[in-house]
């Protein structure tokens, strides 16, 4: 073994996202807790807690688990889903009221594109 290691991609888009918003309180969740479970707790004085799923995708699919899913149909009320698009490079926050939508690849409107939104978006939910 040579020591090198491969940083998954939804890992590098939580480093970006904790270093972009540093107003929110965030604790990483383990995904092996429960099914479906969104990787991120969120915390915020104004607004409490949310929850936040992310996803990497260099296609036009974002790939959702029957579980992830349900968890995000079942719980609409402040959840959401980043999503960094890797051609060409973008993110884009959605409610998670849109799971079913996204995961059958229709085209929903996001709720912020750029950091400082996506930051005053989950703060201001």
Known sequence: MNGDFTVKPEAKL?????????????TRLESSASLGLPDLLGYT????FFTVELKVKSSNKIRF????????YTHQTN????VKALDPLSYKLFAGS?????ANNEN???IANTWPDIQEKLIHN
């Open 108 to 110: 929903v409107p996001e």
């Open 98 to 102: 849109a799971v079913r939508a996204l």
């Open 79 to 82: 959840s959401f889903i980043l």
């Open 14 to 26: 939580w480093q970006e996202l904790k270093k972009k918003t540093p107003l929110i309180s965030w």
């Open 65 to 72: 688990s029957p579980h992830q899913i349900a968890f995000h």
């Open 45 to 48: 004085d104004t607004n409490g």
